[in-house]
Nanobody
Framework: QLQLVESGGGLVQPGGSLRLSCAAS????????IGWFRQAPGKEREGVSC????????NYADSVKGRFTISRDNAKNTVYLQMNSLKPEDTAVYYC?????????????????WGQGTQVTVSS
């Protein structure tokens, strides 16, 4: 069974940090570009960051530039999203998704597999 599993979410105070992980099972993650998305209550899903299969290309939404870093460890079949200087507006369910090519964009149709999401709550 092909699936992506996110982990690392939780409750953190403003200014704090979290590292999300996206692990794949049933397929080889190094062959895929990975995108991180988030959806807050009452809002549309938005793209946060994406990375090419090699890790050589990355993209960030303006709202997270300078605070979030995407990386991947292909040997571990895992992609990470390091989130620093978290703000209450970062509160959302975060999803990772895998696509067969990297475009640096966040169109849902470009991604073939989606995880179930992990909750990130930034609150004092």
């Amino acid at each position: 069974q092909l699936q992506l599993v996110e982990s690392g979410g939780g409750l953190v105070q403003p200014g704090g940090s979290l590292r999300l992980s996206c692990a794949a099972s049933g397929f080889t993650l190094p062959y895929y570009a990975i995108g991180w998305f988030r959806q807050a209550p009452g809002k549309e899903r938005e793209g946060v960051s994406c990375i090419s299969s090699s890790g050589g290309s990355t993209n960030y939404a303006d709202s997270v530039k300078g605070r979030f870093t995407i990386s991947r460890d292909n040997a571990k079949n895992t992609v990470y999203l390091q989130m620093n200087s978290l703000k209450p507006e970062d509160t959302a369910v975060y999803y990772c998704a895998a696509g067969t090519y990297y475009s640096g964009t966040y169109y849902a149709e470009e991604y073939d597999y989606w995880g179930q999401g992990t909750q990130v709550t930034v609150s004092s």
